[in-house]
Structures are given as C-alpha cells and as structure tokens.
C-alpha cells in the first residue's frame, strides 16, 4: 500500500515559513471569516503582522521565512531591506494593483502574485449595473422627474433601453474582460478601445475593436477601465466627452487621472444632457469645493466599485489558493511579472 493511502501525507509535506505583513486592520478585515486561520493551518505563520520597522529589526529572526501574506497597506520595500529576507521566495497581494511595491521584489528574485482578478469581479458588477440604468435612461430621467412636465418628458421612449445598443469600453485587461462577460446574455454591442489587445482576442471575446475618438462618439455608454500609466495620464479630454451623443453616460471606475478632470467639468456644465458616474477622481477625494459634489448630472461615489465588506474574502480566497498551489508545485493563475507592470493598473 502507498504510504499517501495512509493519510500520511500531511506528515511529511514540509510546511512553508510564512509572515502576514502590512497593516493589522486590514489583514484582519480581508483575511477574516476563517481566511487568517486557514493560511496558519496550510502554513507555519509567524505571530501577529510584519511591518516595515519588523523587517529591519527583527531580521535574524526572519532568516527563514518563505511566503508574504499582505493585502492594502503593504510597505513598499527597498532592495536592501528585501535582501534582508534571504529565503523570501513569493508575496501573495490579497487586493488589486501592486504598482507601488512590487518592482523591487520583482527584480530581486521574488514572486509576485495579485488578487487583481477578484477584485476586478465587484469593479465589474458595478460597472455593468450603471451600463444597465444608463441605456434605461434612470440615471438622466431621475433628476429630471421632479414634477409632471418632467415626467411625461422622460417617461418617453428617448433612451435606447438594453437591446442592441453599443456600449464602449476603454481598456480589455482584468475588469474590462470581466465586463464583456457579465455582459454576455444582454443583446448590446461592445466596442473596446485597447491597443494592446490582439485582433483575434477581440473576435474571440465578441467585441469591435476602435479607436478612443471612435469609441466616445458610437458608445451610448462609454465605461473607463484604462490603467494608470504615464502614456494614459490625461487621455481623456474634455474633446472626447462633448463627442458624445445626446443623453449618453461616461462611467469611470479606472483612475481619475487617466481623465482631464477640469476639461471634463467644463463640458459636463455645457452638456447638461450627459451623465457622468464617476466612483473615482484626481485627486481622490476632490478638493472641497470642486463642482463634482454639486452638479446635478454627475454621480459621484466614494472609491466604492472595488471589493468592499464580504468581498474582501474572495480577495483572500484567491490569494490562499494561488500559495498552496505555488508551495505544491502547480500551475499558479496570477503571477504579475516585470513585463506586465508596464501594462496593467
């Protein structure tokens, strides 16, 4: 009989030295229901929650450790204090963009992986549910049904409803393949403007490939899910929101600075026909006394699209399962590379 017919095998698979590291509170929030115990039971945890200081003064006693668990609130550390973890062989990132941390771990030798698929999951319903209320013309007629004149005007077949309008996306990475998907039983046509998006790919996903311009003047909706990179900083301009068609939506749920915020204000106060749904901004939060917390055809929301209350523990979820797989030997899903941080949000 084989030794693992026994059950034996938990005996001898080698339990990997890991550390949670980044801020207590929000370990404790994503990792919650159960998540910290389960990496405890799969790993042999340090105690409690690394911080930058901890890597520095308590080195000799991190000689060994293998794995990183961290989510918002992880330090971005330098070379030298990665050197300072000799053993360190991967960083699983329960939560979405590693831009701010990850170069130096990349570049010193250390895996980096990144719940960015999970999170891209709520970015998505979000960003769909408005796509939904825009072409019914909800998010217009709302602040318009304010008395009978405004409710016979709306209530009006002006808006084209769900059936074969075409919605834009800007962007087919993580969140704007997961878009394309959620939209899949609804009879829309999409467009998607991303240029590092192979002709091929986009017959496979059912999109039409355009450009920006073309995109903002054939979109009924117009959805930003462009990652923050100097080339996107501003590509947005106020030009590409007044080309918009009469009663139509711009949803941002990206990075408000891939979008000229002022150009966009201007035109959105030319433009009282046109929505914006804008769940981000530059900068975050807008200063007070920025017209986008008074102007009646923007909605503004607060950072909220991305994985919030119990969507936290699918971050964790993905995370736990990517480590077991890596200290098994198996195929892995959401390694980030060098290459790619040149491309993704």
């Known amino acids: 009989m084989h030794w693992r017919s026994w059950g034996l095998y938990p005996i001898f ?25 389960q990496v405890e039971a799969e790993f042999d ?13 308590k080195s000799d006693d991190l000689r060994d ?4 668990f961290s ?9 030298e204090q990665i050197a300072l973890l000799p053993s360190l062989k991967a960083l699983f990132y329960a939560a979405g963009t590693v831009q701010k941390f990850a170069r130096p771990f990349l570049e010193s030798g250390v895996k980096v992986f990144s719940a960015w698929a999970a999170n891209a999951v709520p970015v998505a319903e979000y960003t769909v549910a408005q796509i939904l209320l825009a072409n019914k013309g ?17 209530g009006k077949s002006i808006f084209p409803g769900n059936f074969e309008t075409t919605v834009a996306l800007l962007g087919a990475g993580m969140i704007g393949r997961k878009v394309i998907e959620l939209l899949q039983p609804y009879s829309l046509k999409v467009l998607v403007f991303d240029p590092f998006l192979p002709d091929e790919e986009a017959r496979g996903l059912g999109v039409e490939k355009v450009g920006l311009d073309e995109a903002f ?7 930003n899910h462009l990652a923050n990179l100097p080339a996107t900083v501003g590509m947005i301009t106020g030009e590409h929101i007044s080309r918009m068609q009469e009663n139509a939506t711009f949803i941002n749920s990206g990075r408000g600075a891939t979008v000229d915020e002022q150009a966009m204000i201007e035109v959105l106060k030319k433009r009282p026909d046109l929505t914006a749904v804008l769940d981000v901004s530059q900068p975050e939060p807008p200063d007070d006394g920025s017209p986008l917390y008074s102007m009646t055809n923007v909605i503004l929301t607060p950072h909220i699209a991305g994985s919030q209350g119990n969507e936290f523990w699918r971050l964790a979820d993905y995370m736990i399962d990517e480590a077991i797989a890596f ?3 198996n195929e892995t899903d959401y390694e980030v590379t060098l290459a790619m941080l040149e491309t993704m949000a």
């Open 13 to 37: 698979k080698r339990q990997m030295k890991a550390a949670f590291i980044g801020n207590e509170d929000r370990i404790s929030a994503v990792y919650g229901a159960g998540r910290r115990q």
């Open 45 to 57: 945890v340090i105690p409690g929650v690394l911080s930058r200081e901890d890597v520095e003064h």
């Open 65 to 68: 450790t293998e794995l990183l």
């Open 71 to 79: 989510t918002w609130g992880m330090p971005a550390l330098s070379p």
């Open 138 to 154: 909800i998010l217009r007629s709302s602040r318009a049904t304010t008395s009978a004149d405004g409710w016979r005007k709306y």
């Open 217 to 223: 003047q054939r979109g009924f909706v117009v959805s």
């Open 327 to 329: 200290r098994d030997g």
